[in-house]
């Protein structure tokens, strides 16, 4: 299923692609610093069932797709699932406002440079990621549209499983 929407903003033309599918090779590993200023690394997380959203404040289906994430945060970080929001802009005052409005309790952390963002080629916002307990990525996500989350529960409860 595609749907692609295209944008104008500030001189670049931007597409999303809302897709799914599956994806295989180890996650490349990254160190960002979060919200609270504490620096995580994905490697950090190894034996953890990890989903690695990037996000941004423009975005509109971000916007949309972030309390249910914080849902499903909420109801599987007990069962060694853990979500890490990557933010990709520049500027992280925007994610801060948007995040007083719209808490969540899952780490946010912020690339500024899109570092993390391009080793995981990312092409589409959101863009959602999900690595297995060995660090090996299973599944990707381009866009979002309601009822991902649907899907995004059923690769975690599996992936929780194995």
């Given at each position: 299923?595609f749907?692609?929407?295209?944008?104008?903003?500030?001189?670049?033309?931007?597409?999303?692609?809302?897709?799914?599918?599956?994806?295989?090779?180890?996650a490349?590993?990254f160190?960002?610093v979060?919200?609270?200023?504490?620096r995580?690394?994905?490697?950090?997380?190894?034996?953890?069932?990890?989903m690695?959203?990037?996000?941004?404040t423009?975005?509109?289906p971000?916007?949309?797709e972030m309390?249910?994430?914080?849902a499903?945060y909420?109801?599987?970080?007990?069962?060694?699932?853990?979500?890490?929001?990557?933010?990709?802009?520049?500027?992280?005052?925007?994610a801060?406002?948007?995040?007083?409005?719209?808490?969540?309790?899952?780490?946010?952390?912020?690339?500024?440079?899109?570092?993390?963002?391009?080793?995981y080629?990312?092409?589409?916002?959101?863009?959602?990621?999900?690595?297995?307990?060995t660090?090996?990525?299973?599944?990707?996500?381009h866009?979002?549209?309601?009822?991902?989350?649907?899907?995004?529960?059923?690769?975690?409860r599996?992936?929780?499983?194995e």
């Open positions: 299923m749907k692609n929407l295209v944008a104008l903003i500030g001189g670049c033309l931007l597409v999303w692609s809302a897709s799914a599918g599956e994806l295989s090779g180890k490349p590993d160190d960002l979060s919200r609270d200023g504490s995580v690394a994905l490697s950090d997380l190894q034996g953890q069932v990890v690695v959203n990037f996000w941004a423009w975005c509109g971000c916007r949309e309390p249910h994430l914080e499903l909420q109801r599987y970080s007990d069962l060694g699932f853990t979500l890490l929001g990557v933010n990709v802009e520049e500027d992280s005052s925007g801060d406002e948007f995040l007083a409005e719209t808490p969540v309790s899952f780490p946010i952390l912020f690339d500024p440079e899109n570092s993390v963002s391009e080793l080629d990312v092409i589409a916002m959101p863009s959602t990621v999900m690595i297995d307990r660090g090996e990525m299973r599944f990707i996500h866009g979002y549209q309601a009822g991902y989350e649907n899907e995004y529960q059923s690769q975690i599996a992936l929780i499983r």
